[in-house]
């Protein structure tokens, strides 16, 4: 996908880190970890899974036995809840701070690591009482608060496996996420601040479920304190359910003890085709790998503070909001609404007045704050920072250079860390004692083994481009697609027989440094956000007016990718300014605002192989002004 290169590459620029990066470092020699796991990586791994709290010990590290659906620490008893609470509240840690929340109107609460778990052990309580078991499913649709982590954890100590649905989403994609799960409970607040504005959780949810089978029940947090429709006898006050004496036990819930192949969450996440789908994680596996990732990679220490700018409501927050922090023992900041509000400056300001010490966010964050000028960042104290992060997407030299100099003041080295929804923790990343090379993501991870290969399956020669591949497996990996194991063999396992397919084209170059150019199936990544081009057709085919629709991404300077939408409507139907303002408010009131295409085309007829299937690469090609022959094979 010529097009879609945003990276001028400049492979042999390198950024060494300094003495002080390298003495502190968890990981002082990041090349020799490699090949020490490289040479045993079932040592490698139970070494890791040794730093964390099990019932009991597994018997077997990976078992694969029936590739590709790969279990990891098989026989072993334990819960994400185990290592994330349990074991800190039994130490001192009980009295250090877990969380420090910030409202976007400037509200401020803090749970230390004792009073998060007396939260979740209560929630705990009410979900049990709702008669949520062992193996339900769990809907959780929120804003950016700390009942959010409250509901996550306390689903998975009593073994039941959440489905967080990102409090962006709306109508159309909640609601095929509810009823594709099945979910038993659903979770949601009367609704959240985002940019000076309300946004309507709870009216949300009435009208999706309003569209499916309804769960038994609805929980409401008030957050807003806005008027919300309460359904009888399905819908209950979070704050009402917490201060019932719901057992004579309430502030106590034991952690249920899970095998380490049990599952954990569910996550939807666009793929090519269809539905999107659920990738399924499981206790085990996963709390080992975003553990020593986050470990290792942001070289947490105890009296860190950690800043994750992501939404628990895609991979990101999973796994280093929520379980990856928690499970260190560390202290997160989590702030609930936009970085520009009131002024560009919210987020340095929140660096400066808790001190954060590692911050971990988007190109796409940076390249929109960059617009307001260095100023903003300037009239704030960011000394305290030690280290940034970057994930989403390939982050281009421009930005990197700006966050490097303005935000880490050049003595702050960036992760820029590539991984996704599937496997659960970083695949590629530096570590703070490895020379950066702005762009790339650098290595893999030790134990993970990447490579880049061509339509054949061979490695490409350095400098080419080719598909990314990882060819061992991990314990952070995905297991299947919920409900849908042979589309995961399918999606990810077949196309390299052996190997997992990762979705993405990449570089790797002379030293071995990766560079990630973007996807080559019909993913878009709209300001990081994950969205698949089957989705926004299928909603817009909902609209009166529309016959077919084709999307596609085209590169956009801030998000990265921009929609792009080719319509032919309906006959009798006139394509207007008017008409195009009601699709656009359509595509947002069904999917969401981050849906929202950039630009809408009205056509009378589209690109389309012999058997019916749009040729996307076509568009994208006339779009561009490039000949067809231009695009890369690819796509193809
Ligand atoms: C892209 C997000 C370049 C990539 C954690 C991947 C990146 C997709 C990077 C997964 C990075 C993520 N450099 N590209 N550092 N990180 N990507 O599932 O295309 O939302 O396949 O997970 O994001 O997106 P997902």
Redesign the pocket.
């Known amino acids: 996908m010529k097009e879609e290169k945003p990276i001028a590459q400049n492979t042999n620029e390198l950024f060494h880190p300094s003495p002080e990066i390298i003495a502190q470092a968890n990981v002082k020699d990041p090349e020799a970890a490699r090949l020490e796991a490289a040479k045993d990586i079932q040592a490698y791994w139970a070494k890791r899974a040794e730093e964390l709290d099990w019932y009991k010990k597994w018997d077997t590290v990976l078992d694969d036995t029936n590739k590709p659906f790969y279990k990891w620490f098989t026989g072993g008893k334990t819960n994400i809840v185990l290592n994330a609470l349990d074991r800190h509240v039994k130490t001192w840690r009980r009295n250090k701070l877990a969380l420090i929340w910030e409202s976007e109107k400037g509200e401020v609460r803090t749970f230390s690591y004792h009073a998060l778990n007396r939260e979740v052990c209560k929630f705990a309580n009410v979900l049990k009482s709702m008669g949520v078991v062992k193996g339900d499913l769990v809907t959780i649709y929120m804003p950016r608060i700390p009942e959010t982590v409250i509901a996550m954890l306390a689903t998975a100590k009593i073994g039941a496996v959440h489905s967080v649905v990102y409090g962006g989403f709306s109508v159309e994609a909640l609601h095929g996420r509810i009823e594709d799960s099945g979910s038993k409970v659903v979770i949601t607040a009367d609704g959240g601040n985002m940019n000076g504005k309300k946004i309507e959780l709870k009216k949300i949810v009435d009208e999706a479920l309003q569209r499916s089978g309804a769960p038994e029940h609805v929980v409401v947090i008030k957050h807003l304190g806005i008027d919300v429709m309460m359904e009888q006898g399905r819908d209950f006050w979070y704050h009402e359910l917490m201060t019932l004496p719901i057992s004579k036990n309430g502030l106590k819930c034991e952690t249920i003890e899970m095998d380490a192949e049990d599952p954990l969450f569910i996550l939807y996440?666009s793929g090519t085709t269809g539905k999107p789908k659920a990738?399924l994680h499981t206790h085990g596996g996963y709390s080992v790998g975003v553990h020593a990732t986050l470990k290792d990679v942001f070289d947490l220490k105890e009296e860190d503070r950690w800043w994750c700018t992501a939404d628990p409501g895609?991979?990101?927050g999973h796994?280093y909001i929520v379980y990856g922090p928690l499970i260190a023992g560390a202290t997160s900041v989590m702030y609930e609404g936009a970085p520009t509000y009131p002024y560009p400056d919210r987020w340095w300001s929140i660096i400066e007045k808790y001190g954060v010490t590692i911050f971990y966010s988007t190109?796409t964050a940076i390249r929109g704050l960059m617009r307001f000028g260095e100023s903003w960042a300037n009239r704030h104290d960011l000394s305290s920072l030690r280290l940034l992060g970057?994930?989403?997407?390939?982050?281009n030299p421009e930005a990197w250079r700006w966050f490097y100099k303005i935000i880490g003041k050049e003595k702050c080295p960036i992760m820029?860390?590539?991984?996704?929804?599937?496997?659960g923790m970083f695949m590629?990343?530096p570590m703070p004692a490895q020379p950066l090379k702005p762009g790339s993501?650098t290595k893999p991870f030790p134990g993970i083994d990447a490579d880049v290969v061509n339509a054949e399956g061979k490695s490409v020669a350095p400098g080419e481009e080719g598909f990314?591949i990882l060819k061992n497996p991990w314990p952070a990996m995905m297991r299947t697609i919920f409900k849908d194991p042979e589309r995961y063999v399918k999606t990810y396992w077949s196309t390299y027989p052996g190997y997992y397919f990762?979705?993405?084209s990449a570089r790797k170059d002379k030293d071995g440094y990766f560079w990630?150019?973007?996807?080559v199936d019909d993913?878009i990544?709209v300001s990081?956000?994950?969205l698949g081009t089957a989705e926004i057709e299928s909603a817009f085919i909902t609209h009166h007016s529309v016959a077919e629709a084709a999307v596609i991404g085209l590169p956009h300077e801030i998000k990265g990718m921009a929609i792009h939408a080719y319509l032919i409507l309906k006959a009798g139907n006139e394509a207007n300014d008017t008409l195009v303002d009601d699709l656009r408010k359509h595509i947002s009131h069904e999917l969401g605002p981050i849906a929202k295409p950039e630009k809408i085309e009205f056509v009378t007829s589209l690109p389309k192989t012999r058997s019916g299937k749009i040729m996307r690469r076509v568009l994208k090609a006339r779009a561009q002004g490039m000949s067809e022959g231009d695009i890369s094979t690819l796509e193809e």
């Open positions: 996440t990738i895609w991979i990101t796994s190109p970057s994930v989403g997407e390939p982050i820029d860390t590539w991984w996704q929804t599937e496997t590629m990343a993501a990314l990762a979705g993405d990630v150019i973007g996807r993913v990544k990081g956000y994950r």
